[in-house]
């Protein structure tokens, strides 16, 4: 029998994490994560329904049993104890299952989780990476963050996130392990089955042979890595129990010898790094068949009922028809399909503010349903185009229609993109309007990354190429939560490498690379003129930078996803810094951007009001999905302020100007 599963999920404790940090809390992707893994026996989920209502329909489509927990006073979780007695009990009586899922980042489930092991169950954690407690990561035998799973976010960028003591502390202990079995050199694939072992939290990763001998590279005083018949290896950098001939045929890798000859480290093929963008935009959560019959649909519905339903309406029906049909595809589903058409412009809110609550038209260039299919499927394509990646319509029609031999469909695509004037060829190349190879060059928003770039001089000795960027890239992220100015220096630097290869259309060279970097280096350059120099007024524009890059149509949205709660409450907070006022949050955790929107556009202080209105009208020009994302917050009822609902209202007379 297959391994057996049982998933219980503490669904206040991550619903509410979910939705102060603006992320889409949907289950489909967390399901399907699992069902790779097993099968699901038992799906148990804990909360007060009448609360979490709008996320019955998802659970529901994913044949999960929803336990009613009632709550006895505002801001206690009693599905804790519920979850608990339920667990335990399946342990004792269900000797089949093999593996107990607890999703929360609650420390309160460590106990339990040590009894499923001591039964001899395998455990699996998974939670919130800002909010899951230490002794809960310990407890399981594994640990997977919910936004990794949410936003398929693996491989090297997802270890690089873990803290850096505990990277090198594992490390150390890992090879140690090895070295006193007598089993040095390693193989790559035997540590890191090790580093699981030792930190679970390494299961997040997925890494394959090539991430993880780059990522090692970045540890040269602990670790060598070596090569020897095509494999490669690691030891301690400074063992001494192996013979020269007992290393014979092992090649030492040169990290710096790399970095001189630009193109050493093995790329990623153009194919993965296409499958990369398509998994970003979620177009993977649906096979072909139904992405092309749900956006004909779609079509059809908006054709004969112009004007007439909201967004979530629409879906509804849809989802009630197809139902009817026998057909189990969730709102989620439908929802994931239809940002396809929003991404390209194909509907029109009137003069509305776009939103799932307003009535919805298609847009009036959309003249058939080819049209409407052919706009949607275009996002695509423009994608690829934006992160800056060379064209192989073989390799773009194989990932989007299944068919490699469908180039001419691509032709088709390319062609919407150009007559939208989203796209233009220039010498047989696709790039965005402008003229230049970055073409945000001369947007004004940029002059302060333009400027810092311009002042820094960089070492004669620096080798100018893509792998030196991607290892100060590395580095700057290692050393952001210890010292911002230092990791600062390291990302401009990494993104002036990277302009200048971009601008020389080096082979490699990415604009989503250059944007990934001029994000990181705004956000922390933002951080460390507020935070260590307080120097609030000039830390606003590279808020906005990284605001301006990090758009919820883009790529860059689910790379950088986690950083993006944390930039607008800090940008707003800094109203109140800015004025030598202090901001008094109306509970005992920190407050969430809706909550900070309202403090502010409410405050008896008119100064407060006049400046947070001034950076706000600046952030609604540059980002208004945004601002749409803070508005459904405060609907949602995540402030208890009598006026959220008309800061709301004057937020979105804002983006209507």
């Known amino acids: 029998m297959s391994n057996q599963i049982a998933v219980f999920i503490d669904f206040e404790n991550v619903a509410l994490w979910a939705e102060q940090e603006f992320l889409d809390l949907e289950l489909t ?57 339920d667990a335990f009990e399946f342990a ?30 395998y455990t699996l954690g998974i939670g919130p990476r800002d909010v899951t407690h230490p002794l809960l990561i310990k407890a399981c035998d594994e640990f997977i963050y919910l936004e990794d799973i949410l936003e398929e976010q693996t491989g090297l960028n997802a270890v690089l996130t873990l803290d850096p003591e505990i990277v090198q502390r594992t490390l150390s202990s890992a090879l140690r392990i090895h070295e006193q079995q007598g089993d040095l050199p390693v193989p790559l694939s035997t540590l ?4 699981m072992l030792l930190e679970p939290a390494f299961g997040q990763a997925k890494l394959n042979t090539i991430q993880l001998q780059e990522w090692l590279n970045g540890f040269s005083e602990i670790v060598t890595v070596l090569t020897k018949d095509g494999r490669t290896y690691a030891m301690p950098a400074d063992f001494v129990g192996i013979t020269g001939d007992e290393l014979d045929g092992y090649f030492e ?63 509804e029906d849809l989802c009630v028809a197809y139902e009817q049909q026998g057909l189990l595809r969730s709102k989620t589903t439908l929802r994931q399909i239809w940002q396809m058409g929003f991404r390209q412009r194909a509907f029109d809110y009137g003069d509305k503010v776009a939103s799932v609550h307003v009535p919805v038209r298609l847009d009036e260039d959309v003249q058939s349903e080819a049209d409407f299919v052919q706009r949607a499927e275009s996002g695509f394509v423009y994608a690829v185009i934006n992160a800056g990646l060379p064209l192989e319509k073989n390799e773009l029609a ?58 820094m001089s960089l070492p004669d000795n620096l080798p100018h190429t893509l792998d030196k960027a991607r290892s100060l890239a590395k580095t700057a992220m290692l050393q952001r939560s210890q010292d911002f100015a230092a990791s600062a220096r390291s990302y401009l630097c990494a993104c002036k490498l990277q302009w ?45 930078v990284f605001f301006n890059l990090v758009q919820e149509d883009d790529p860059l949205w689910g790379r950088m996803r986690g950083l993006i709660n944390p930039m607008l409450s800090y940008y707003w907070i800094n109203a109140w810094r800015e004025l030598g006022l202090n901001m008094i949050s109306p509970g005992s955790g920190p407050a969430s951007p809706a909550e900070i929107a309202v403090l502010a556009a409410t405050n008896d202080n008119q100064q407060l009001c006049a400046l947070w209105f001034e950076m706000t009208n600046e952030l609604a020009q540059i980002n208004p999905g945004l601002l749409l994302r803070v508005i459904s917050q405060i609907r949602l009822g995540r402030t208890e302020n009598p006026q959220a609902m008309q800061v709301a209202e004057t937020l979105e007379h804002m983006l209507m100007q």
């Open 29 to 85: 992707p967390l399901m399907d994560f699992l069902a790779a893994r097993g099968q699901i026996a038992v799906k148990k989920v804990y909360g007060d329904w009448s609360r979490f209502s709008r996320y019955r329909e998802d659970l529901m489509n994913n044949a999960v049993d929803l336990i009613q927990i009632y709550s006895v006073r505002a801001g206690k979780n009693r599905a804790d104890i519920r979850l608990a007695l």
């Open 92 to 121: 004792l009586t269900h000797e089949f299952i093999d593996t107990f899922v607890i999703v929360s980042g609650d420390s309160d489930f460590g106990p339990l989780v040590n009894r499923l092991r001591e039964r001899g169950r």
């Open 192 to 195: 890191l089955k090790t580093l």
């Open 253 to 315: 890798i040169d990290e710096s010898l790399m970095e001189e000859s630009d193109g050493e480290i093995p790329k990623p093929s153009l194919r993965l790094q296409y499958r990369q963008i398509f998994n970003r935009l979620k177009m993977t959560s649906v096979d072909f068949t139904t992405r092309r019959d749900v956006l004909r649909d779609i079509y059809r519905e908006l054709h004969a009922r112009p004007g007439v339903r909201t967004t979530d309406q629409l879906l």
């Open 398 to 455: 194989a990932i989007l229609l299944n068919d490699s031999e469908e180039t001419g469909y691509i032709d088709e695509l390319l062609k919407d993109l150009s007559e939208r004037e989203l796209i233009e060829e220039r010498d047989g190349v696709y790039l965005l309007p402008g003229h230049n190879a970055i073409p945000f060059r001369e947007e004004p928003v940029f002059r302060p990354i333009l400027h810092d770039m311009k002042q």
């Open 500 to 544: 200048e290869a971009v601008e020389e259309n080096r082979a490699g060279a990415t604009l989503e690379d250059l944007r990934w970097y001029l994000a990181s280096y705004a956000s922390v350059k933002a951080g460390e003129l507020s935070q260590i120099h307080r120097d609030y007024a000039r830390s606003r524009p590279y808020y906005l």
